[in-house]
């Protein structure tokens, strides 16, 4: 739906509901008092930070400064090294499109 040029008139809507919805998602994930329990989201995370990522610069800056501070939240968790990759890759993106002209060294 967010890419379907049928449903143009309406992206402005799916992308507020879109980034609404994940949002209580990763405020959710961030809540989580177990460690099985956020290791079980982990998988779900990925994906969805994978998505996010290959998003056009316009749309992946709509979506970056809503998660952003909300990713940074769950860096004081012990993350699995796949999802601390996806963060690094998110976080190199965000400063990417926000011109700070990361090198991927």
């Known amino acids: ?6 449903r ?3 992206w402005n809507q799916i992308q ?7 949002k209580e998602a990763l405020e959710y994930f961030l ?3 177990s460690e099985s ?14 998505k996010v990522i290959k998003l ?17 939240e769950a860096l004081r968790y ?9 963060l690094w890759k998110f976080f190199l993106r965000a400063g990417n499109a926000y011109i700070f002209n990361v090198s991927h060294e």
């Open 1 to 6: 739906m967010y890419m379907d040029d049928s």
């Open 8 to 10: 143009k008139d309406h």
């Open 16 to 22: 507020d509901r879109l980034i609404s919805v994940c």
């Open 31 to 33: 809540k989580l008092d």
């Open 37 to 50: 329990h956020r290791e079980a989201w982990r998988s779900i995370l990925v994906l969805f930070l994978t």
């Open 56 to 72: 056009h610069d316009d749309r992946f800056k709509a979506h970056a400064s809503v998660y952003y501070p909300l990713l940074c």
């Open 78 to 86: 012990d993350l699995k090294t796949e999802l601390r990759h996806i």
